[in-house]
């Protein structure tokens, strides 16, 4: 029988032992993936006696159990999944703010420099015979295309940063993946219960890994943890018991991708949804395209302004050149072109480019290189060359099967804008062609001078030929000739309505059969634009080759009935 002081020195060592704990947490309050924990006590049993008997003795005291840490996995991966999803969008969100400060620096961004600039061809207009507003608008032109330039200068280096900083986040996650797997281990060789701080390492790591990309995790009984990208356990492994995966950035076109596996065997993934790293992909998949954007906006400019000024004379009476100018086409080729095929482009007619990448594919099959656009649908064929517009595509080499080359008129247009006159006086500010009336005119008649229309190209049918002359659903459903193109004749602004019959409104009716063969009428109620209610009666008598003896038969033959009798009262101008 153990002795009083023998049970009081157990209390006394036990809750010395528990008050240890207790310290240990307010000392380790600011930790970072420290977890608080709890002694759990439990009492010192004396021995029992045999099935005949009792025990004589009460007790030895008490000691303590366990210490056990505060950890609830559920809550973990709770809180982790939200740690993942908020690393995304901030990430995102640091990289558009960014983005916009570039875009949109105060009062020198690209649509108010293009507004001055179209301001100082005004002012041109107005005073053609001053050199002074053609200085201006020289300057002012020159200032547009240094704005598209530093606008794309700068979203590059945006797009290189974005990158730099997602390779320096895949090498801080590889790295404690590896840390992980070193716990891992220590964990296998543990013989008994595992240290709390070791867990404690364990879970601060997953907890880190989580804010660069979404994992799931799972444990054993050891401890180890098994960590997988995505949020399904059926995801690619960051780390297992005994190994660690380590994860590559791949830099294409227009975003970022990643692969993982062992060395020599990674394969790509879509799994990193959510951390630090989607954002990273996020982000330069919006700079890259607002980069497009402004290549589009860059060429487009170029084009239609070059356009018109070509149309006019100079002060030095020579006809206007282009205004502005921008890079070649660019070509890109395919990530998995195996073939020893090249392409090189020839402008035929800078005017008439448009900014829209065409992809070219090689069909081995057929020995031709097939264009499709953005969409993916199928715009142009050929062999040798291709004729896009305002351009020739050639194709040269030997090509293989699925090689790929894609060629974008605007890419990089922006970068390599720049402003062609650098006279006042090669501004093409006066008409090519002057209407005025001789001094000696006896008369006030009026004269005006104006571009001819283009000429309707021969073998196109008038529009009267190809569409139908009738606005009713039943008889618009094929045209009236093979062809969707159709000259519309001069004039003809108040005489022509298109429709697009998508989808007619429908009225549903039901007849039992006692009531069918003696049905003589029957009226629908419709609300009309302005909220009011009309009703339609239709007369069913009128079916005289849809009654048969006594009367109707089947609700079919109605339907029928309504339709034509609808058909009708469009045609007369009645109700319907």
């Known amino acids: 029988m153990s002795s009083l002081f023998d049970i009081g020195r157990s209390g006394l060592q036990s809750y010395r032992r528990a008050l240890a ?12 993936g420290y977890k608080r924990r709890e002694a759990n006590l439990k009492e010192v049993a004396a021995g029992q006696g045999d099935i005949y008997s009792v025990s004589r003795s009460s007790g030895l005291g008490v000691r303590v159990s366990e210490i056990s840490r505060s950890f609830d996995e559920f809550l973990l991966n709770k809180a982790r999944t939200a740690s993942s999803k908020f690393e995304t969008s901030n990430t995102h969100l640091v990289a558009l703010q960014q983005l916009e400060s570039l875009l949109v620096p105060g009062d020198s961004n690209v649509g108010q420099v293009l507004e001055m600039f179209f301001s100082g061809l005004h002012d041109v207009s107005n005073l053609p015979s001053e050199l002074g507003p053609r200085i201006v608008a020289i300057q002012r032109g020159e200032a547009v295309a240094d704005s598209f330039n530093s606008a794309a200068t700068a979203a590059g280096e945006l797009k290189q940063g974005l990158v ?13 993946t590896e840390g992980l797997l070193n716990i891992n281990d220590q964990l296998t060789k543990s013989d008994s219960q595992a240290s709390q701080s070791l867990l404690d390492s364990r879970d601060n790591l997953i907890d880190q890994i989580s804010e660069m990309v979404r994992v799931n995790v799972a444990l054993d009984r050891q401890g180890r943890a098994t960590v997988r990208i995505g949020d399904n356990a059926n995801g690619p492994k960051l780390v297992d018991a005994q190994s660690s995966y380590t994860i590559d950035l791949v830099e294409q076109d227009d975003r970022l991708l990643f692969q993982i596996g062992s060395a020599g065997s990674q394969k790509l993934t879509n799994q990193v949804v959510d951390g630090r790293l989607a954002g990273y992909a996020a982000g330069y998949f919006t700079v890259n395209d607002v980069v497009r954007q402004l290549d589009n906006l860059a060429l487009v400019v170029a084009r239609d302004l070059n356009a018109i000024h070509r149309k006019g004379i100079t002060l030095e009476g020579e006809k206007g050149g282009d205004l502005f100018l921008s890079r070649k086409p660019t070509v890109s080729e395919g990530p998995t072109n195996v073939g020893s095929s090249y392409v090189e482009i020839d402008l035929t007619d800078p005017s008439a480019v448009k900014p829209e990448a065409v992809t070219f594919r090689f069909n081995d099959d057929d020995k031709i290189w097939v264009g499709f656009d953005a969409s993916g649908r199928q715009i142009a064929s050929g062999r040798t060359s291709v004729a896009l517009d305002g351009m020739t595509v050639s194709f040269f080499g030997t090509p293989a099967k699925g090689d790929e080359f894609t060629v974008d008129p605007a890419r990089n247009a922006a970068a390599g ?6 006279r006042g006086q090669q501004i093409a500010a006066a008409a090519s062609r002057l209407a005025f009336a001789d001094p000696a005119n006896a008369s006030e008649a009026p004269i005006t001078v104006f571009d001819a229309a283009e000429p309707a190209a021969a073998g196109q049918a008038a529009i009267s030929d190809v569409f139908g002359n009738d606005l009713s659903s039943l008889t618009s459903k094929t045209f009236l000739k093979d062809c969707t193109v159709a000259v519309v004749p001069a004039n003809a602004d108040n005489l022509l309505d298109l429709a697009s019959l998508v989808q007619q409104g429908t009225y549903r009716f039901s007849i039992s059969d006692d009531e069918l063969p003696g049905a003589s009428s029957i009226s629908m109620t419709y609300q009309m634009p302005d909220g009011s209610f009309e009703t339609a009666i239709f007369s069913l008598v009128q079916g005289s080759n849809a009654v048969t003896g006594t009367g109707w038969t089947d609700a079919a033959d109605i339907a029928r009935l309504m339709n034509v009798g609808a058909i009708k009262a469009a045609h007369s101008g009645g109700s319907q």
């Open 21 to 32: 704990v207790t310290g240990q947490n307010i000392t380790n309050v600011n930790t970072d």
């Open 417 to 422: 804008m720049t402003f062609v006159p650098r």
């Open 164 to 176: 730099t900083q997602a390779d320096l986040s895949v090498k801080s996650l590889n790295a404690l």
